[in-house]
Nanobody
Framework: VQLVESGGGLVQPGGSLRLSCAAS????????MRWYRQTPGKERELILG????????NYADSVKGRFTVSRDNAKNTVYLQMNNLKPEDTAVYYC???????WGQGTQVTVSS
């Protein structure tokens, strides 16, 4: 069983990135999925979730209106679309299947000019 995040990188303020979380070994569509982020010295922050039916749940006001979550069950993948990125969005981003207890390894997002 694996969750593998990808799509991170360096982007200028105001730019966009789309992160992917691909699952193997289990059927992702059956699970609520969540995106977290973490910066050094801070606790992991829950930012967005998506239900098995595709409904999104926003947990962080700081990303409201800029980040969206979606899923492609045929690809067994969840996405995090991040627009209008700010330097304070710099973090390692993780996907999580909370009821299954699965975590990805994280992908680094750096927002800097």
């Amino acid at each position: 069983v694996q969750l593998v995040e990808s799509g991170g990188g360096l982007v200028q303020p105001g730019g966009s990135l789309r992160l992917s979380c691909a699952a193997s070994g289990f059927t992702l569509s059956r699970y609520v999925m969540r995106w977290y982020r973490q910066t050094p010295g801070k606790e992991r922050e829950l930012i967005l979730g998506i239900t098995s039916a595709g409904g999104s749940i926003n947990y962080a006001d700081s990303v409201k209106g800029r980040f969206t979550v979606s899923r492609d069950n045929a690809k067994n993948t969840v996405y995090l679309q991040m627009n209008n990125l700010k330097p304070e969005d710099t973090a390692v981003y993780y996907c999580n299947a909370p009821l299954a207890g699965y975590w990805g390894q994280g992908t680094q997002v750096t927002v800097s000019s």
